[in-house]
């Protein structure tokens, strides 16, 4: 049996800096670890000390740059996810713009570490390697747990009941941080775009957290309701009472939440970004979109053709089976053995 050792730092990070929101390697990560050990891995989640085959880095935190350099020094298997683009510091952090090109520098001196580095997309690999990253790089989604995120009617009736979305009513739903990368911006002017129907609800799931910038500050809220942080243990609720969920994001290395929406049958509507090239269809997974204006103009066509959501929400399931998570487990347990028997 294979063994490895899943480092994420997240609580050592959150004792540091208290945060709501763990993101998408929080949520993601505990229920990777499950399946792997369904199949058959042995798993240490932040137990570097252990004894292990492969060690799997997630994010380059000081500790985990350490635990680098060990298994570096050893000639030990290491694995670093790139999860953390140096690009998504602007428009996020505070003083991003300027903090950019120390975490750039410092990020591509940690990714080379990696025995293999991992990208959830194929635009992941791209970006590091233009960055200076070597590799070798090896493409595997952060997948979807389609068991957990799956539409439930009375949890999303009991959503819309208490944000004062009526039956009849369209709620246009996005979920993530509130900084301005997300396209806040966007989704604000999309509502206000939309002030001749009364019938259209405009929520956006999700707050700012310490060191962050807040959309909000730079953007008046417009039309849109902003409930803040949902716990994780409520989140199925949100996406099932959506008609539409929209990704405005500028930046992603995946985007999460946009898999979530999609496994719990949401019409998706995204920014047309480079991020999404190579496996999100548009007019088969998804409708995407580039401009202000056009995410407006192709919402609407959206909510007042049934048929035409009809099916951008059997092809948003489709694209949430394309990325299950199983797949992604197996792909991994494949990429351990091989470096466990000394492969690259």
Not at 74 to 88: F, I, K, N, Y
Not at 98 to 118: C, D, E, K, Q
Not at 140 to 147: L, M, W
């Given at each position: 049996?294979?063994?490895?050792?899943?480092?994420?730092?997240?609580?050592?990070?959150?004792?540091?800096?208290?945060?709501?929101?763990?993101?998408?390697?929080?949520?993601?990560?505990?229920?990777?670890v499950?399946?792997?050990?369904?199949?058959?891995?042995?798993?240490?989640?932040?137990?570097?000390k252990?004894?292990?085959?492969v060690?799997?880095?997630?994010?380059?935190?000081?500790?985990?740059?350490?635990?680098?350099?060990?298994?570096?020094k050893?000639?030990?298997?290491?694995?670093?996810?790139?999860?953390?683009?140096?690009?998504?510091v602007?428009?996020?952090?505070?003083?991003?713009s300027?903090?950019?090109?120390?975490?750039?520098?410092?990020?591509?001196?940690?990714?080379?570490?990696?025995?293999?580095?991992?990208g959830?997309?194929?635009?992941?690999?791209?970006?590091?390697?233009?960055?200076?990253?070597?590799?070798?790089?090896?493409v595997?989604?952060?997948?979807?747990?389609?068991?957990?995120f799956?539409?439930?009617?009375?949890?999303?009736?009991?959503?819309?009941?208490?944000?004062?979305?009526?039956?009849?009513d369209?709620?246009v739903?996005?979920?993530?941080l509130?900084?301005?990368?997300?396209?806040?911006?966007?989704?604000?002017?999309?509502?206000?775009?939309?002030?001749?129907?009364?019938?259209?609800?405009?929520v956006?799931?999700?707050a700012?957290?310490a060191?962050?910038?807040?959309?909000?500050?730079?953007t008046?809220?417009?039309?849109v309701?902003?409930?803040?942080?949902?716990?994780?243990?409520?989140?199925?609720?949100?996406?099932?009472?959506?008609?539409?969920?929209?990704?405005?994001?500028?930046?992603?290395?995946?985007?999460?939440?946009?898999?979530?929406?999609?496994?719990?049958?949401?019409?998706?509507?995204?920014?047309?970004?480079?991020?999404?090239?190579?496996?999100?269809?548009?007019?088969?997974?998804?409708?995407?979109?580039?401009t202000d204006?056009?995410?407006?103009?192709?919402?609407?066509?959206?909510?007042?053709?049934?048929a035409?959501?009809?099916t951008?929400?059997q092809?948003a399931?489709?694209?949430?089976?394309?990325?299950?998570?199983?797949?992604?487990?197996?792909?991994?347990?494949?990429?351990?053995e091989?470096?466990?028997?000394?492969?690259?």
């Open positions: 049996m294979v063994s490895v050792c899943m480092l994420t730092e997240l609580e050592r990070y959150r004792a540091i800096i208290p945060f709501k929101n763990p993101g998408g390697m929080g949520t993601n990560v505990p229920m990777v499950k399946e792997l050990e369904r199949i058959g891995v042995k798993v240490f989640l932040n137990e570097p252990n004894e292990y085959d060690l799997h880095l997630h994010s380059p935190l000081p500790d985990s740059y350490l635990w680098a350099l060990k298994r570096r050893a000639r030990r298997p290491l694995v670093v996810h790139g999860r953390h683009l140096p690009e998504l602007k428009g996020g952090f505070i003083g991003g300027l903090m950019y090109p120390i975490v750039r520098a410092y990020s591509v001196g940690f990714y080379n570490m990696g025995t293999v580095v991992v959830a997309t194929p635009y992941v690999c791209k970006s590091l390697a233009k960055d200076g990253v070597r590799g070798p790089f090896k595997i989604p952060n997948g979807i747990n389609r068991e957990v799956k539409r439930n009617e009375a949890l999303g009736a009991k959503f819309r009941e208490r944000w004062g979305v009526k039956d009849s369209k709620l739903l996005s979920v993530g509130r900084i301005p990368r997300k396209g806040v911006d966007t989704f604000v002017k999309m509502s206000e775009a939309m002030n001749d129907r009364k019938d259209v609800k405009f956006w799931v999700g700012s957290e060191l962050l910038q807040d959309a909000l500050d730079e008046a809220p417009g039309n309701s902003f409930p803040g942080h949902v716990p994780f243990d409520e989140i199925v609720g949100v996406y099932s009472a959506a008609d539409v969920f929209v990704f405005p994001t500028r930046a992603e290395s995946y985007g999460n939440v946009m898999l979530e929406a999609a496994s719990c049958g949401c019409p998706l509507l995204v920014r047309d970004i480079p991020v999404y090239e190579e496996w999100v269809v548009d007019g088969k997974h998804c409708v995407k979109a580039r204006e056009e995410f407006s103009g192709k919402l609407r066509a959206m909510l007042d053709d049934d035409a959501r009809s951008m929400r092809g399931r489709l694209l949430a089976e394309e990325h299950d998570i199983k797949k992604t487990a197996i792909m991994l347990k494949e990429l351990y091989s470096l466990a028997a000394g492969g690259g």
